[in-house]
């Protein structure tokens, strides 16, 4: 298990995998980023989620496949 989710030990960790090897993420939920809240103007200052895509991309950067499992709280 890598003890972060980004960065350069996420990366060293992927690189060292073998065919048919998996990793395990740290949990994603201990980075700000992973959901902005913004003002929506149209809806009198209610706020809604939006993702940051910068985040997205160091998350998804050194992977072939990225898999989510939190359905419950992913759709």
Known sequence: MAGDCIGPEVDSLVNGLANGEACLLENVRFYSERDVLVADVKWCG??????????????????????????GTAH
């Open 46 to 71: 209610v706020q809604e989620e939006k993702n940051e895509k910068s985040f997205s991309q160091k998350l998804a950067s050194p992977f072939d496949m990225y898999v989510n499992d939190a359905f």
